[in-house]
């Protein structure tokens, strides 16, 4: 009984914790398995190597990540050009991190966030050697050009900033400005730094998208790259402030694809500003309206209240900011019925082995 009971404890604990958002970095890299660069030489049985001025753990270093395959002769030979080359010339200025793919697959996935976090997409070929150095990739067989493509990138990086991706992807949040139209953007998770902010006003009067509300204006907000090319960054949390020169008493902002509205988002009028959080972008047509009821004027008694059951009440109305409707959570109803249904068969259970003491 007492395990019985211990179960049905442990299964209402993981209902209520589901039950929670938890928000956390975008990046887990306890997730992954990584080693040093003298684990990837052992790996692979690379020798004659020197590591004198070489530091694995200094972060003031250059960050190389390396993603091999164990047995793979491209990988096998940049380890060696690493190992004849660029510690003998270089050995103070970089870091390798070396992930292997073929005996842990999971680290393939890391592969998966740092294309869509670097590139906005993940359909670019993958060959090992896969080797990540600032926000500069390199693939496959690493030929005599590629090595020297490698080698200033690391004393460009060391030079200036140490860029390092996976430290950049693990950032929560990230602000974003478009100096033209003044709108600004916060991402809940990790975009590339090196993505902008696109905002184009559109017109959208023309279509009545929201009932009893007037047109405002309408933007079409997207990210590109440095490249002018739109990526997709979906799956986050983007809270969009965007001025507005005209007030009223109630806002709300249509989320609309493909000419029709898919949603109205929760709004609040901020110090001039429209603010809106959302999941992802297309337009984003913003409607306002005045509907502030008067309060009506109440004209004291003659006679004073010898016993007033609150205080004075002031005379100036107060007009309250529309925060928009929010649905019903569902998910609190499951959980409420999965929870009753579990104390139901404690219920039974118990009952069942007492009627059976009973009976013997």
Do not use: W
């Not at 990584?34 to 250059?62: C, H, K, M, P, W």
């Not at 993958?126 to 600032?134: F, L, M, R, S």
């Not at 205080?311 to 999965?338: H, M, R």
């Amino acid at each position: 009984m007492k395990k019985l009971c211990s179960v049905i404890l442990i299964l209402l604990m993981i209902i209520y914790l589901c039950s929670v958002n938890v928000y956390a970095a975008d990046l887990n890299l306890a997730l992954y398995t990584s080693e040093t660069l003298e684990e990837a030489f052992l790996d692979e049985n690379i020798q004659g190597y020197d590591l004198t001025n070489y530091n694995q753990n200094d972060t003031n270093r250059v960050p190389v990540y390396v993603f091999r395959k164990k047995g793979c002769g491209n990988c096998k030979n940049f380890l060696n050009y690493v190992a004849q080359n660029l510690l003998p010339t270089h050995g103070d200025k970089f870091r390798i991190v070396s992930y292997e793919v073929g005996n842990t697959p999971a680290n393939f996935g890391l592969i998966n966030k740092i294309q869509s976090y670097l590139l906005g997409n993940t359909t670019n070929t993958v060959a090992t050697p896969y080797i990540i150095i600032g926000d500069k990739i390199f693939s496959g067989f690493i030929d005599i050009s590629k090595q020297q493509q490698i080698e200033n990138t690391i004393l460009d990086l060391y030079n200036s900033n140490k860029y390092d991706v996976l430290a950049d992807m693990q950032i929560n949040e990230r602000n974003f400005y478009n100096n033209i139209t003044n709108i600004s953007m916060r991402s809940s998770k990790g975009i590339n730094k090196n993505y902008l902010l696109k905002t184009v006003e559109v017109d959208k009067s023309t279509e009545n998208y929201v009932d009893t509300y007037e047109y405002i204006k309408a933007f079409d907000i997207y990210i590109t790259d440095n490249t002018g090319t739109e990526v997709t960054v979906n799956d986050g949390e983007y809270k969009i402030s965007i001025p507005i020169s005209t007030t009223y008493d109630m806002y709300k902002v249509a989320h609309v694809k493909n000419g029709k509205i898919v949603g109205t988002l929760d709004t609040i009028y901020n110090n001039g500003y429209i603010q809106f959080t959302t999941p992802n972008f297309s337009d984003f047509v913003i409607y306002g309206k005045n509907n502030a009821v008067t309060p009506p004027v109440i004209t004291p008694s003659t006679v004073p209240d010898a016993n007033p059951s609150a205080e004075p009440t002031s005379n100036q109305s107060t007009v309250i900011q529309n925060k928009g409707e929010k649905n019903p959570k569902t998910a609190d109803k499951i959980n409420l019925y999965i929870a009753m249904m579990l104390i139901g068969i404690f219920t039974l259970l118990a009952s069942s082995k007492y009627i059976t003491k009973k009976v013997k």
